[in-house]
């Protein structure tokens, strides 16, 4: 088993999640300007503790959003489980928009102009991908949701959304105009 491969000790587990937590916070209020010792100061670790786990920012954007695309897989998971196709849809759409507002750093990390490493977290992406295509699919299908429309469109109505969050629900109202008119009458 290689080095990257193995599970990490106790220590260093709770050492890498006080870097993603304090890297989110960090990230969710000032942006893209915190500095990695900023990071390593809020996480309290040492900065070559916070480069053994994490080359630079982008492999940190990339861990933020690798921890929220589980928890997404599991709320996709339990979607899935609807006997509705558009009750699980929407059950997916509106829980994975729910659980991203006030998770500023994720918002901030997707819709960043810099790409994330998406290497880092390719298994992450695919699980909660693989199950948000076959629930758009089984909408598609029952005849609730626009015969062209795909995980792609899925992926454009939740950075829409998040786009407009601004703390007062206002990405609820451009979610519904935008369901409007991809859901078939």
Known sequence: MAAAERPLRADARRNRDAVLDAAAELFAQDGESVQMDQIATRAGVGVGTLYRHFADKQALRAAIIGRRFEAMTHLASEAEKQDDAWTAFETLLYGYLESVEPDTAFRFSILSA??????????EKKAFRTIMTRICRRAVDAGHLRADFGAE??????????????????WRRHVMLQLEGVRVA
């Open 153 to 170: 469109d899925f992926i454009l109505i939740t950075r829409g959304a998040m786009a407009n969050m601004s703390g007062h629900g206002g």
């Open 114 to 123: 810099d790409e994330p490493t998406w290497a880092d977290i390719e298994d």
